[in-house]
């Protein structure tokens, strides 16, 4: 995704890759791991963003985790929030600029841990916001630890023996849980591990940015994404992984639509 | 024209924060402040703004911190332990240079205390409350009009400065009925916000953030802090002083204790002692300047506060060796009145 530059120099490299034709996303080098995620995905919501020529009205909220930095790869309006207050924030600046167009972008701690009363009560109230929800089962800033959304069995720098059941709970399907509230319009699950499922991830979040602008109400997009690093795992295996283990516990596609 | 009414002081806070053009307000259940969620309930519908009843006070306060960094004037309140709860947020506030206003109508602690006045938050809005250094800019009420007035100045103050500022009451304050007057040409200034989040059509992105990783980016950031601080400590003072030039024994109190202190300073003088008061209205920037100017003269002091002593300490800082500081408080909800302090004045002689 991004365009190799010489380290030293900062120009870019004689052999790379054709420049970007995102707007949103800026032709800079990011910070994240061989096989992660995060690059892939913040491409997508910036590619969503070009195709609806909303680049001038949107203002993104990142959040605390791997993507804390997202503003420097970002070339819209964003803000930081604190740990998991993300759709507070985002509440807050919807409702006195409606026509803006408000998304958060967060990671499984920030959403489904510290931010798990935000994320209802946005839901709840309705709020005309847009959540891309980055679903990779570990605090990858952090070391490794356990998320909600780990699987069961599954080690980490806090599991170390694998998450149990008895000790730790039952990974959280949060997609599930929100769209049982009146106030979500849209929930759908998608993964970012293959070129086809990255093509639906991105209608995905398309379709959540139109339901905004259409004042819809609430719209959530979960992406199950690689991190190969705190999976000790090559990306080509973490990317067997999604589709193999995450994506049989959390099935893709439409969980609500209406 | 001027309209007078009828007001308890929580309705006056609100009142002030709607005149200063306020359009946000996020906030949630908590007694003693009660009414002024209940009033920016109703006056947010009439005015056109935006009203929340968050879910907890930490998303109230980063509703606030969505909505100011949106360029909309914007405010909570709540008491004291939710005040605690709102802490992380105004950290933040303080750290991206958003202005907004936060209220406390403090209870007693701590814990869950009671719902009885208190000051015992002092030293939590004076000197920090939340993680980092930074400043708040801390106004402090004695009646229900200036529940009014203060409110309106901490929106022109925190806009000045981009940075958020305090109203430092308690729930006698907020209860309290008094009549107010509302000043028929009362404008808020109008401030240019070319910083805020409101999609960058026509200009480059702005980012708000704190998080500063390059080497030595957070030590310039917070030093650009510290001089805004400065600045403010240079400009920002407000203080009243009663019979402080001929005073023997000086009075240091704020908010509902300064008005209680007032009284009982009336008293001394009809008895032939002469006690001077000094009433700090911004808490921080502190007078310590005008503190220190009295003790050259005045031989005692006595500060009077709902707590254990938390204000105390700065006015000891600003009178150093140069006069006595006593302390007389009450805790817990306990309110001192004027002839108790009466009381203490007269064992200083």
Request: glycine content about 10%.
């Amino acid at each position: 995704m991004k365009k190799l530059r010489n380290r030293q120099t900062g120009k870019p490299a004689n052999n790379g890759p054709a420049p970007l034709c995102s707007h949103s996303l800026r032709d800079v080098e990011n910070h994240y791991c061989a096989g992660c995620g995060h690059g892939i995905i913040h491409r997508l919501v910036c590619e969503a963003i070009d195709e609806l020529s909303i680049r001038e009205r949107v203002i993104g909220v990142a959040p605390v985790g791997c993507a804390v930095i997202a503003y420097d790869y970002w070339d819209f309006d964003v803000t930081e929030a604190a740990h998991g207050r993300t759709p507070a924030v985002a509440t807050g600046i919807k409702r006195v600029r409606p026509n803006n167009i408000v998304f958060t972008y967060q990671g499984d701690g920030d959403l489904a841990a510290i931010g798990t009363a935000e994320i209802i009560h946005a839901a709840n109230r309705g709020e005309n916001i847009t959540v891309v929800f980055v679903n990779n089962g570990v605090y990858g800033m952090t070391g490794g630890q356990m998320a909600p959304t780990t699987l069961a069995g599954q080690k980490t720098a806090t599991t170390i023996h694998g998450r149990s059941l008895r000790r730790e709970g039952y990974p959280l399907k949060i997609l599930e849980m929100l769209s049982v509230l009146p106030g979500t319009k849209y929930a759908e699950r998608v993964a970012v591990n293959s070129a086809h499922e990255v093509l639906r991830a991105k209608r995905a979040i398309l379709k959540a940015f139109k339901m905004q602008m259409e004042g819809k109400g609430f719209s959530i997009v979960e992406v199950l994404s690689m991190c190969p690093t705190y999976w000790g795992m090559t990306p080509i295996q973490a990317a067997d992984r999604i589709k193999n283990e995450v994506a049989t516990f959390y099935p893709l596609g439409v969980i609500k639509s209406c | 024209m001027t309209k007078k009414l009828l007001m308890c002081g929580n309705e006056a806070c609100g009142e002030g924060a709607i005149l200063a053009g306020c359009k946000f307000y996020a906030g949630y259940p908590i007694t003693p402040q009660n009414e002024l969620t209940a009033y920016m309930a109703k006056r947010m519908y009439e005015t056109g703004g935006s009203f929340i009843q968050a879910e907890s006070e930490l998303a109230a306060v980063n509703m606030v911190f969505g909505a100011a960094a949106a360029g909309a004037r914007a405010m909570t309140s709540s008491s004291s332990p939710g005040v605690s709860l709102k802490q992380e947020g105004i950290s933040y506030l303080a750290a991206c240079e958003i202005p907004a206003v936060i209220v406390n109508m403090q209870r007693g602690g701590p814990g869950l205390g009671n719902i009885g006045p208190s000051q015992a938050d002092y030293f939590q809005a004076v000197k920090g409350g939340g993680h980092g250094d930074y400043r708040l800019i801390v106004l402090a009420p004695a009646s229900a009009q200036e529940m009014l007035d203060l409110t309106f100045l901490a929106f022109d103050l925190a806009d000045k400065y981009r940075t958020p500022s305090f109203i430092l009451g308690d729930g006698l304050l907020g209860q309290m009925m008094e009549p107010i007057t509302i000043p028929s040409k009362l404008q808020p200034k109008e401030y240019q916000k070319p910083w805020a989040l409101t999609g960058c059509k026509g200009r480059k992105p702005n980012i708000l953030r704190s998080l500063l990783l390059g080497d030595g980016a957070l030590e310039e950031h917070n030093k650009k802090l510290q001089l805004k601080f400065a600045a403010i400590k240079d400009a920002e003072v407000h203080c009243q002083c009663f019979n402080t030039k001929d005073a023997d024994i000086i009075i240091v109190a704020y908010g509902s204790v300064a008005r209680i202190s007032k009284a009982a300073m009336e008293a001394a003088r009809a008895k032939g002692i002469k006690v001077g008061l000094i009433r700090p209205i911004t808490l921080w920037p502190f007078p310590e300047k005008i503190i220190e100017a009295a003790a050259r003269t005045a031989k005692k002091f006595l500060v009077v506060e709902m707590s254990a002593g938390q204000m105390v300490e700065d006015v000891r800082l600003a009178v150093g060796d140069k006069a006595k500081v006593s302390f007389y408080g009450r805790m817990g909800g306990g309110v001192p009145d004027d002839k108790e302090i009466l009381r203490e004045i007269e064992t200083l002689i």
